[in-house]
């Protein structure tokens, strides 16, 4: 398995070091071995090269067959609007030169967790549904974005074309087909041109998944729903800007947020990272939650390799780990172990 | 107090009715008398007109000190993206000839309702905030919009002037000055163009209110912290598309769905409604919940006429009326009052 890793910002390198563990664990048990290329990404590589995304690292991650991502994101580099480069920008130009279409994230569940859960234990209970992003389109990359000439307005551009739509419809379609066979797709067809045409290109593509149930909901009822009722959703697919909204207000309902895995599926290769940020308040202290990477390697075993055994054996490990509070302080604080002991104990 | 009256669609005309009967006790009870001018918007004025928000409309809530407003939108012109002619332009058109451009939406609790909350009690319990929505400009208005020739590509455009930001920047900062003294500014500076020059605009007017602590914040971040501690929050500031988000998010919360107010301020008059939609199912039936219109009278009252006293007469009937259990089936079905019951208990 040839997998490049970007250990990124923060807690990056020490989640990714966990994550590891547990995959050369399973593998070596089932006879597969991973080789591993380490490059630098986000402020970091702009300390080491100047650029969030330099050029060796993409090359690297070209010619991997996965890519494990841990995180970016530096406070030296907040709020200030006017920085000229910026980790995030890295994090765009990899989306952008990977082809990164789709950002799936699945939400799910821990019985352990729900106490942690902001809302409700009832309506959160079992809430299971899949959140797939747009990643590489609309007013992220959009042109023309900038200034008039004195400087007093400003302006920002949201482009889709049918085939952009159509590729990740097509995928969104899949996960229901695979699943309780539920599409949501999420728009603001009132307003915007483009999710005119959001809707009219899912309308095109239905007939071909006719066992799937295909509802459109605005966006602003969304941002309703996933707090109301969270258990109807079984996939929801909607665009970039969307996604990046309400993907972030989902990860926080089920109390699971240091939990939560990510898949970026791309034309050239696929990325996979835990869905919290960086979290440079923790780096270097060995407490930081190594879960969500250790699923995200998971996932990445199930689809990069199809290696879905392997998948489970290390869910099933994480699961235990919960159960028998093998976990770190954000978890249980009187009771925490360290961030690399919960990555020896669940690949042990 | 000349006021326009706009009841709209659905349970429209009945909440706008029980909120007349209350401003109309108070008004009396102080001296002081009402001039309704009512006029149609939303599918009945397309109906009777052809247009959404016709001529004759706009000329009565121009000449109006103010406007009460229903809800608009039937099922007919829903899931019909091709539809020429739909309820909700009527609104953007009414926003845009009025210049509303400010919506203005306090997030409030109440006690008695907390237990409908979708959040855990402890995290809504004193919630307290008010989120302040640009409503004329942005991606909403922005020009160009539409298809490419050969219809494939679809885009929208994203535009703020600096004086758009100003106008509303400076209303931000009076309701944070009137409060607890904190302004939260949404947006998405990382990736946005013209949130970058929200950033440098409202940045450039902060010095004018030292007292008031300016933090920026991420719309992705937001929706997050909405739910995890919606305590932090006093006023939040945004544009138009986030705001319509955000704000919608924001009104679940507390569990007072059904009672919460909202005023779009505006450089003609100024337009207050329920935050909630036409409810085109309980239309007729006498059984949709009339707190949010009555309360939005409440604020029209206050913010339009500057009658505190009279604003909070008002108020304090429909606490009464929540602690009394004198309330509508959606919070109370098995001793439930009608729609006009709880207007006349609350006027009385
Ligand atoms: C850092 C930022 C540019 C990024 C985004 O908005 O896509 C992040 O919020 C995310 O969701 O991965
Ligand atoms: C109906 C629609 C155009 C409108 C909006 O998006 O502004 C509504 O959602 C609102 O928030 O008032």
Redesign the pocket.
Known sequence: LNIAVLPGDGIGPEIVEQAKKSLDAVLKKKGHEANYTEAPVGAVAIDQTGDPYPEETHQICMNADAVLFGAIGDPKYDNDPKAKVRPEQGLLAMRKKLGLYANIRPVTTFPSLIHKSPLRSDLVDGADFVAIRELTGGIYFGRPQGRSEDGRTAYDTNVYTVEEIERITRLAFDFAMKRRKKLTVVD?A??LATSRLWRETVQAIAPDFLEVEVEYM?V?NAAMQIIQWPKRFDVMLTENMFGDILTDEASVITGSLGLLPSASIGVHTSVFEPIHGSYPQAAGKNIANPLATILSAALMLESAFNLKEEANMIRTAVEASLEQGKVTEDIDKSNALSTSEVGDWIAE
Chains 1, 2 share one sequence.
């Open positions: 603001k009132n307003v605005f602003d």
